[in-house]
């Protein structure tokens, strides 16, 4: 069934405005968005319209209640400026699994790859083509029945829109290892992108912030003793031979990062361990000169290496970040494959 989309451009485009070599991450916005309603049990008057403010009830359902999720993903442009998409429907899927788990609507396939396709080709010019840049493309849904009161919403908007992006973390980064703060617990959302899986973390980031710290990284919330997450990404540790991720539990996000970071070391002949990892274990690795590289994944930042990681007031300073085998292989790998210049065996790569 092919989707009917309206398409209204805009009469003006911004794009003389921007400067593609200096974007700070998150604050500049292409010409249009994409923008489809649910309702009576059907998604309704897909179209795609010039990017701008939206007009919403003061009661605005998701406002109150927090039924609201997203997604994060990436369009990039080849040598040859053809646009082209990393994992979309992945991104699809993990979107219908947090609606799944926050009762709200999914959204059908063909609809979202239609509306997704047509925003992006219609801004292919906003990608960017500087080394690291790409077109940061967020997906989300919220809840817009006008109502007040505690129950599942039957109303919802999915939205669209896009950013031209340069490196989200430009450097290696410095964590802290969370002690009293929790994200997640068993029978909870962190495997979902509920936004207010991110509110929660604003206060201890700030927190860390204040302590010059980049980031934070999440233990689990019945012992402080496993790690989990970063804010932003998944983690990894290179320890003697093998390469160990905390295994999805369902307190963790499974990021579609991760999982390429996974799939592309194994097929290297890397030994990838996903378990539990111990901050404990971790340390002793460092003391004992076995722990080699540390580093986060996520589409905005791809690979960031960690510098350091603080632990109970304790600085652990890791490799020269310029020289470590694994983040480095990994980063130029993805980003190598994300823009076309390296061939892949996995199905990862959606033509626009």
Known sequence: MAISIKITKTP???????????????????????????????????????????????????????????????????????????????????LNLSARRMAMA??????????????????????PTKQGSSLYLRPYMFATDEFVGVRPAKHFKLIIFSCPVNAYYPKPIRVIVEEKYVRAFDGGVGNAKAAGNYGISMLPTAEANKKGFDQIIWTDGVSHKYI?????????????????????????????????????LREKGYEVEERKISIDEIVEAHQNGLLTDAFGSGTAAIIAKIAAFNYKGVEYTLPNPEEREVSNWLYNTLYSIQTGATPTSFNWIDKV
Request: hydrophobic residues 40%.
């Open 228 to 264: 989990e997450e970063s804010g932003t990404m998944n983690v990894f540790f290179a320890m003697g031979k093998k390469i160990i991720t905390p295994a999805l539990d369902g307190t963790i996000l499974a990021g579609i990062t991760r999982d390429s970071c996974i799939k592309l």
């Open 106 to 127: 999914e959204i059908p396939e063909e609809l979202f790859m239609s509306g997704l396709k047509a925003l992006v080709d219609l801004d292919r010019d906003w990608i």
């Open 12 to 94: 003006q485009s911004r794009i003389g405005d921007c400067d593609f070599n200096n974007i700070p991450f998150g604050t500049i916005f292409s010409d249009h968005m994409f923008m489809v309603d649910y309702e009576d049990g059907e998604w309704h008057n897909a179209q795609i319209l010039p990017y701008g403010p939206l007009s919403l009830s003061p009661s605005t359902f998701a406002l109150h209640y927090g039924q609201a999720i997203f997604e994060g993903m990436k369009a990039f442009k080849t040598a040859e400026g053809e646009a082209q998409l990393f994992r979309p429907h992945d991104n699809w899927e993990r």
